[in-house]
């Protein structure tokens, strides 16, 4: 019985505790950035084991000498 209580403890606390995690943002930026979305895999490289979307910012004047 003893047993049930710590699995049902650590359950209920992996559920709690196990939440998806904040997304960290590591650049602040304003409305003046160009926002791309790149679907991933690549169109030009599919043996990339990669799922999603990847998000790229360019702030403004990034092409500029």
């Known amino acids: ?3 049930i209580v710590y ?10 505790f196990g939440q998806q995690e904040k997304e960290r943002i590591l650049i602040t930026f304003d409305d003046s950035w160009r926002t791309e979305m790149i ?3 690549l169109s030009f490289a599919p043996q990339i ?7 790229v910012r360019f702030s403004k004047g990034w ?3």
């Open 1 to 3: 019985m003893k047993n």
């Open 7 to 16: 699995i049902i403890a650590l359950f209920s606390t992996m559920c709690v």
């Open 39 to 41: 679907p991933m895999p």
């Open 49 to 55: 084991p990669l799922k999603g979307m990847e998000e």
């Open 63 to 65: 092409a500029q000498k």
